[in-house]
């Protein structure tokens, strides 16, 4: 099983739509989580951080779930310019230890198709 | 504050030459990472440096080395090119402590044939 595991996609939605993404991990170690996005291969922007069990901004609300070590990401009313990759990053944590080992492990991402 | 900078931005090499890709960062942050980036994946981790000095490998290391002699700069090393490190490179740092996010530089695009 990889470490942390995404649905590719991609997502095709029409504009306004609402659209939620998965992401799973596999160490129960790990404590805080990242929502990134990417533009055709451009660097990786951050869109949300997840440290307890959710998180919201605007349109976006991004959600953990421990005890099924998920996190998923939900974008309301969605717009054109939502159309990106989304990428999870879990770092990885040491068992019953600090989570802070410094390593941070990306899923594959998920691609996002926005529709007029 | 110029962020993460990544230099070259883009680079040819021919199989068996090697090169160094240089990261510096001004945000005095202990942490550095290098990723490659492949069509139709997510980025992967080559190594990555919890401090000056300090260096530890990531999923993807082999081919590749670096080094941290200076807290801002971490540099990435291919000593020997071969057409499978084709790829695109991005370097990214973060201060210590579990909600720290990664700032990334604007990524080199390496081809090797």
């Known amino acids: 099983r990889k470490e942390v595991e995404q649905d590719p996609g991609p997502f095709n939605v029409p504009e306004g739509a609402t659209v939620a993404f998965n992401c799973t991990y596999s160490?129960?170690?790990?404590?805080?989580f990242f929502w990134y996005r990417q533009d055709c291969r451009k660097e990786p922007k951050l869109l949300m951080s997840?440290?307890?069990s959710g998180n919201e901004d605007g349109r976006f609300t991004a959600q953990l779930n421990r005890a099924s070590q998920y996190i998923s990401l939900l974008i309301r009313d969605s717009k054109l310019s939502d159309s990106a990759t989304y990428l999870c990053?879990?770092?990885?944590?040491?068992?019953?230890?600090?989570?802070?080992?410094?390593?941070?492990?990306f899923g594959q991402g998920t691609t996002l198709q926005v529709k007029p | 504050n110029a962020g993460v900078t990544q230099t070259p931005k883009f680079r040819v090499l021919k199989t068996g030459q090697s090169m160094t890709l240089l990261c510096a960062q001004d945000?005095?942050?202990?942490?550095m990472y290098w990723y490659r980036q492949d069509p139709g994946m997510g980025l992967r981790l080559i190594h990555y440096?919890?401090?000056?000095?300090?260096?530890a490998k990531g999923e993807v290391p082999d081919g590749y080395n670096v080094s941290r002699l200076k807290k801002q700069n971490f540099l990435l090393g291919l000593e020997s090119a071969a057409p499978s490190q084709t790829s695109v490179y991005f370097c990214?740092?973060?201060?210590?402590?579990?909600?720290?996010?990664?700032?990334f530089g604007n990524g080199t695009r390496l081809t090797v044939t």
């Open positions: 990214a740092s973060r201060r210590t402590g579990d909600n720290s996010p990664l700032h």
């Open positions: 160490n129960s170690a790990s404590q805080s």
């Open positions: 997840v440290y307890s």
């Open positions: 990053v879990v770092p990885r944590g040491i068992p019953g230890g600090s989570s802070n080992t410094g390593k941070l492990i």
């Open positions: 945000m005095n942050h202990e942490y």
């Open positions: 440096s919890v401090g000056e000095g300090t260096t």
